[in-house]
C-alpha cells in the first residue's frame, strides 16, 4: 500500500488561506484516486474533496465548493488541497486517503473505498 504523510496545517484567521500537502511514498501514486476528508471534534469524518488518477476530474464537499481546490503533481507523488476563505466551521483533523483504483478519471467519494490513509493533521480556523 502507498504510504501518506500530510503536512501544512495550523491556526488561521477566518478569512485566511491555507495549503494542505500530501506526500504519498512506496507506490505508483497515479495508480491512485486520492481524497481529503476531516473530522471535527466530536464530530463524524466527512468528505471534502476528492481527484481522479489523471487530475482531470474533481469532487468537493458542497460546504467547501469554491472556497477549496483539490489538485494533484503525479511526478511530485503529491496531492494538495487549497483552502482559502477559511471559516471557524472548518476547524478539523485533515486527512488525505489513497483508493487504488483502475479508471484513469473515476473519483471516489466514499471513505469506505479508500485503502490507505494518512495521520492527518490539524486546522484551526479563529473567528
Known amino acids: 500500500q502507498v504510504q501518506l504523510i500530510e503536512s501544512g496545517g495550523g491556526l488561521v484567521q477566518a478569512g485566511g488561506s491555507l495549503r494542505l500537502s500530501c506526500a504519498a511514498s512506496?507506490?505508483?501514486?497515479?495508480?491512485?484516486?486520492m481524497g481529503w476528508f476531516r473530522q471535527a471534534p466530536g464530530k463524524e469524518r466527512e468528505f471534502v474533496a476528492a481527484?481522479?488518477?489523471?487530475?482531470?476530474?474533481?469532487l468537493y464537499a458542497e460546504s467547501v465548493k469554491g472556497r477549496f481546490t483539490i489538485s494533484r503533481d503525479n511526478a511530485k507523488n503529491t496531492v494538495y488541497l487549497q483552502m482559502n476563505s477559511l471559516k471557524p466551521e472548518d476547524t478539523a483533523v485533515y486527512s488525505c486517503?489513497?483508493?487504488?483504483?483502475?479508471?484513469?478519471?473515476?473519483?471516489?467519494?466514499?471513505?469506505?473505498?479508500?485503502?490507505?490513509w494518512g495521520q492527518g493533521t490539524q486546522v484551526t480556523v479563529s473567528s
Open positions: 481527484i481522479s488518477r489523471s487530475g482531470g476530474r474533481t
Open positions: 486517503a489513497a483508493d487504488f483504483i483502475t479508471g484513469l478519471h473515476s473519483i471516489v467519494r466514499d471513505a469506505r473505498e479508500y485503502i490507505s
Open positions: 512506496g507506490r505508483t501514486f497515479s495508480n491512485y484516486a
